[in-house]
């Protein structure tokens, strides 16, 4: 069973910047196809970015494409997230995921389809 912990969430500006790392531990990182979702107040969680195993796959959400770009480092257990031209918008708990995947190229985009989720960290941008 893999542990996630999110870290370098926090407070910018509109149009700045921030990244986000997850440490995983306790499986075979290289395994698991891995996500970052997004949880506004009052809003359903909703996929931001995913990247397959290999991470020569990736899937963007619409409003984050061109501003995000997530990033796998396999030998050192980690995915980033990095976040630029931030929007009052995308003020949420960003939440890393992880499931593993049988296929080195596939990504899921789901939120049914993980099975094992960090705790989150808070992002808030400032208008």
């Known amino acids: 069973q893999v542990q996630l912990v999110e870290s370098g969430g926090g407070l910018v500006q509109a149009g700045g910047s921030l990244r986000l790392s997850c440490a995983a531990s306790g499986g075979t990182f290289s395994a698991y196809a891995m996500g970052w979702f997004r949880q506004a107040p009052g809003k359903e969680r909703e996929l931001a970015a995913a990247i397959s195993r290999s991470g020569s796959s990736t899937y963007y959400a619409g409003s984050v494409k061109g501003r995000f770009t997530i990033s796998r480092d396999n030998a050192k257990n980690t995915v980033n997230l990095q976040m630029n031209s931030l929007k009052p918008e995308d003020t949420a708990v960003y939440y890393c995921?992880?499931?593993?995947?049988?296929?080195?190229?596939?990504?899921?985009?789901?939120?049914?389809?993980?099975?094992?989720w960090g705790q989150g960290t808070q992002v808030t941008v400032s208008s």
């Open positions: 995921t992880a499931n593993p995947a049988a296929l080195r190229v596939v990504v899921f985009t789901r939120v049914s389809e993980y099975d094992y």
